[in-house]
T-cell receptor, first 117, second 113 residues
Framework: NAGVMQNPRHLVRRRGQEARLRCSPM?????VYWYRQLPEEGLKFMVY????????ESGMPKERFSAEFPKEGPSILRIQQVVRGDSAAYFC???????????????FGPGTRLTVL | AQTVTQSQPEMSVQEAETVTLSCTYD???????LFWYKQPPSRQMILVIR??????QNATENRFSVNFQKAAKSFSLKISDSQLGDAAMYFC??????????FGQGTELSVKP
């Protein structure tokens, strides 16, 4: 069973371009979380998605950032008109469907390191 | 809102010795989970240990154990018989209702041979 996959692993963009980050969850996992890690900092929650639904986007910047998790295919984190401050490592984590009164571990992908020139 | 604080940006330990990393958190929830994650230079996030808040017994995983003080909202990680491969960033994390993880700022652990 392959782990969480993210691509690309490294992405370089110039200011004003668009960045698309992809996350393929583990087989059987229907929950996806995106986190951002700025240099020298811990991971910060951005958004939580289930198939075709955004459950919690309280950590997403209001502008330029969007996320989706379609019925088929990977989850996509999209950053429009990137700025230098968007340079960071973006991690995706997936978990299986949550049962009542249980916690399901989040399995992390290797991350995508975005560099904005 | 929940917060997680790690007050030790860096720690150092001699190989084979024991080290304790500190973590405090703040929450008004009664049911939650606490975690320690390891992030080596590869940046892969690796779950080290997990503690359910309703359990009084401290979690243990081989050389890793926690000291969970619920009333004090403290959750420290003890690494026994430290090995060179333990050198990494360690993050304390909280998860309550909603499932998202809230991370502390991290503690960089170095292990001296």
């Amino acid at each position: 069973n392959a782990g969480v996959m993210q691509n690309p692993r490294h992405l370089v963009r110039r200011r004003g371009q668009e960045a698309r980050l992809r996350c393929s969850p583990m087989k059987g996992h229907s929950h996806v979380y995106w986190y951002r890690q700025l240099p020298e900092e811990g991971l910060k929650f951005m958004v939580y998605l289930q198939k075709e639904n955004i459950i919690d986007e309280s950590g997403m910047p209001k502008e330029r950032f969007s996320a989706e998790f379609p019925k088929e295919g990977p989850s996509i984190l999209r950053i429009q008109q990137v700025v230098r401050g968007d340079s960071a490592a973006y991690f995706c984590a997936s978990s299986p469907p949550t049962g009542p009164a249980t916690y399901n571990e989040q399995f992390f992908g290797p991350g995508t390191r975005l560099t904005v020139l | 809102a929940q917060t997680v604080t790690q007050s030790q940006p860096e720690m150092s330990v001699q190989e084979a010795e024991t080290v304790t990393l500190s973590c405090t958190y703040d929450t008004s929830e009664s049911d939650y989970y606490l975690f320690w994650y390891k992030q080596p230079p590869s940046r892969q996030m690796i779950l080290v240990i997990r503690q359910e808040a309703y359990k009084q017994q401290n979690a243990t995983e081989n050389r890793f154990s926690v000291n969970f003080q619920k009333a004090a909202k403290s959750f420290s990680l003890k690494i026994s018989d430290s090995q060179l491969g333990d050198a990494a960033m360690y993050f304390c994390a909280y998860s309550g209702q909603g499932g998202k993880l809230i991370f502390g700022q991290g503690t960089e652990l170095s292990v001296k041979p």
